[in-house]
């Protein structure tokens, strides 16, 4: 069993890496979307100007199941405000994690404007994303998740507090 998957990876990850390298010569059709494992996923967001490294990393997280998915599902992620907010949150979850607990600071104000949550809205989403986070912390399994995993957690608990607190 565990051939058949690290063979099945190894021909998602060549397949990938095709696909990323007409991406990257601008060869794709009009509409044609995202490539899934260049653009798309974690690897896109941790390494978003380095299409081999997308492409690895997409096919170790998960075999790329997420970067299809969110290809497919909503193409739109793939890029602008929802990768650059991925990537912030990545390289600021430490000290984004402290201000949710504090209720204020520079960086979660930040992760905020990046989402597009208006500076009138954005007391409302971090009361949200305070009651998301406490959940968070207080599940056992926390503590034992990878830095990657937590990041990936509070993409999400924010980017629903931004969908229902920050809405017009």
Not at 34 to 40: K, L
Not at 64 to 76: F, K, L, Q, R
């Amino acid at each position: 069993m565990k051939v058949k998957t690290v063979l099945f990876g190894a021909a998602l990850f060549w397949s990938a890496v095709i696909s990323g390298s007409a991406v990257a010569a601008d060869t794709k059709a009009p509409g044609s979307g995202p490539s899934p494992y260049a653009d798309c996923g974690i690897g896109a967001a941790l390494f978003n100007n380095t299409k081999w490294a997308a492409v690895t990393s997409n096919v170790i997280w998960d075999l790329g199941t997420t970067a299809v998915i969110s290809a497919t599902a909503s193409p739109e992620t793939c890029s602008g405000k929802k990768l650059a907010a991925a990537h912030f949150i990545n390289a600021t979850y430490a000290t984004l994690a402290e201000q949710t607990a504090a209720g204020h600071g520079e960086q979660l104000t930040t992760i905020l404007d990046i989402f597009g949550c208006g500076r009138d809205r954005q007391s409302q989403a971090v009361r949200m994303i305070r009651g998301a986070m406490s959940l968070e912390v207080a599940n056992p399994q926390y503590i034992g998740q990878t830095h990657l995993e937590k990041a990936a957690s509070f993409y999400q608990i924010v980017d629903t507090a931004v969908t229902s607190g920050c809405a017009a």
